[in-house]
């Protein structure tokens, strides 16, 4: 049996993808020494801060509103424990394992910058959690942008409440002593740097980067499938047009479509069909082109914030020569933006798609047997999955209306603007979830169309996609339970990239 991977962090920028590697794979985090040393260097200038006495905001004050309330020594670990007690009151159902863990990986990464004065012992005990696969159950309801998930995370690292241990659920004190760990002491600051900061929005935006990347090349293979079961006019993909309106997502698609199509017979005989195609079928680089620039510009500022110190306060400098700076880092403003300009490009490649389902189903359109059924009437055929695709389209334009616009006020006035970039990635979850489903329903029906079509005249990519599916999924010939054959499809969908497979093949042929 293969070891896990081990991604070793600190030494130079942490991508989304390998926190997706780690949260969702099972690769190991480990740190570097020059990480370790920073965390060492930031948590001696607390311990300077807790010996001179100095005022300095939540190492030796009260929080929020309660900045200006000046505590004892022997009260700063009380209120590093009080902390987590306090922020921890989410609601809701639990986050699934992968996010959890992808919160604390971002968490990981945000100690690692060495400004939050976190203790050693705290972030070894986070990575433990990790790599032990001990994973706390964090209600998924109630942040503004922080505060309440790392809250319940932190009472799991100091033994409370319930966690996921390999796939069993148990108490946290139990699962952390069945694996020879021992809950660490919090000492100052470190209650308030495990509810501060964004790792929360990042850790759960960069899953949803990772799916929607695997899922906008998924949309460029079945939107090709049905483009080649409605005799697409070839035009619209032509390389040197498409050239005329350079946007790089645009080209991109282009030059997929262009693959997966190439030796179509059927593209070729259906030249001239028709003077032009319906915009969802000739457009489709031009609308997934678009989603994917703007995929690209979401990640470049979520890789950033991943890589980003974004406790408040922050600690500068030296144990000699030091700072300790209140400031605004923890406003996650940049990743609930790129959150919410994510679920609009979600709504918009299932947008598309539903339109691409409802030509395939209606005969008025598609040149193809009503409903995709061979002997209509008796039977309803595919035509109820368009109306399933229909309701998750118009969820996920719901889900795309912005969650950073929402304002609310908190804390006494003194956090009067919030991102609510938690809730921007989670409504982004579930709209990647419905986009998944209307893919997979897209992915079915046009794989019946080309039964009718006939699949030895398609194109090479074409072909593999549709023969993929037909490895799980029979073609339709009466009606039958439709639920499973669209999990089945959703699973495929879910589990593997097919174009990222078929293009790495095509590059390993030509070397």
């Known amino acids: 049996m293969a070891l896990p991977k081990t991604i070793v962090y600190g030494d130079g920028p942490l991508s989304w993808r390998d926190l997706t590697a780690i949260a969702r794979r099972g690769a190991v985090l480990a740190l570097s020494d020059t990480a370790w040393a920073r965390i060492d260097n930031a948590r001696a200038i607390v311990d300077r801060v807790v ?29 590093s424990s009080n902390t987590l007690l306090s922020h921890a009151c989410g609601v809701g159902p639990a986050l699934r394992n992968e996010q959890t863990r992808a919160i604390i990986c971002a968490a990981i990464a945000n100690y690692s910058q060495g400004k939050s004065g976190i203790r050693r012992e705290v972030v070894t005990a986070l990575m433990d959690l990790l790599n032990q696969h001990i994973t706390p159950l964090v209600p998924s309801q109630g942040s503004v942008g922080y505060l309440t998930h790392m809250a319940h995370i932190g009472l799991a690292l100091t033994g409370m409440g319930e966690v996921d241990y390999d796939g069993r659920r148990c108490g946290a004190a139990e699962a952390q002593s069945a694996a020879g760990l021992t809950p660490p002491t919090l000492g100052a600051k470190d209650g308030l740097c495990l509810v501060n900061g964004t790792p929360c929005m990042t850790g759960l935006s960069s899953l949803a980067l990772d799916d929607i990347v695997r899922l906008a090349d998924w949309a460029d293979v079945i939107g090709a499938m049905s483009f080649e079961a409605l005799r697409g006019q070839a035009n619209a993909l032509d390389a040197e047009i498409l050239a005329l309106k350079p946007h790089p997502g645009m080209q991109q698609v282009g030059i997929h479509l262009r693959f997966i199509l190439r030796h179509s017979k059927n593209i070729a005989e259906s030249v001239n069909l028709r003077t032009q195609d319906a915009l969802s079928l000739r457009s489709i680089p031009q609308i997934h082109g678009a989603c994917r620039d703007q995929i690209d510009h979401a990640a470049r500022h979520i890789s950033i914030e991943l890589n980003s110190a974004t406790d408040n306060p922050l600690v500068l400098g030296t144990p000699e020569n030091f700072r300790v700076v209140s400031q605004a880092n923890p406003h996650g403003e940049s990743v609930a933006m790129a959150a919410d300009l994510l679920a609009v490009a979600v709504a918009e490649l299932g947008g598309v798609a539903e339109r691409r389902i409802d030509r395939l189903v209606n005969p008025l359109v598609s040149g193809l047997p009503p409903f995709l059924v061979s002997e209509p009437g008796v039977n309803s055929g595919m035509m109820i999955a368009q109306y399933v695709a229909a309701a998750l389209t118009g969820e996920n334009r719901q889900l795309a209306q912005p969650a950073v616009v929402d304002n609310f006020v908190t804390s006494g006035l003194q956090e009067d603007h919030l991102s609510m970039g938690t809730g921007a990635a989670l409504k982004l979850d579930r709209a990647l979830q419905n986009l998944t489903q209307i893919l997979a329903i897209e992915y079915l029906l046009a794989a019946q169309a080309l039964e009718f079509i006939g699949p030895e005249k398609c194109g090479a990519g074409t072909v593999r996609a549709w023969s993929l599916l037909r490895e799980h999924i029979a073609p339709y010939t009466v009606d039958r339970w439709l639920a499973p054959d669209i999990a089945t499809a959703a699973q495929l969908i879910t589990g593997q990239n097919l174009l990222a497979r078929l293009l790495a093949e095509e590059c390993a042929a030509e070397v």
Do not use: F, K, S
């Open 51 to 79: 010996a001179t006495g100095e005022r300095a905001y939540g190492i030796n004050t009260g929080l929020g509103a309660l900045c200006n309330v000046v505590l004892r020594e022997d009260q700063l670990a009380t209120l």
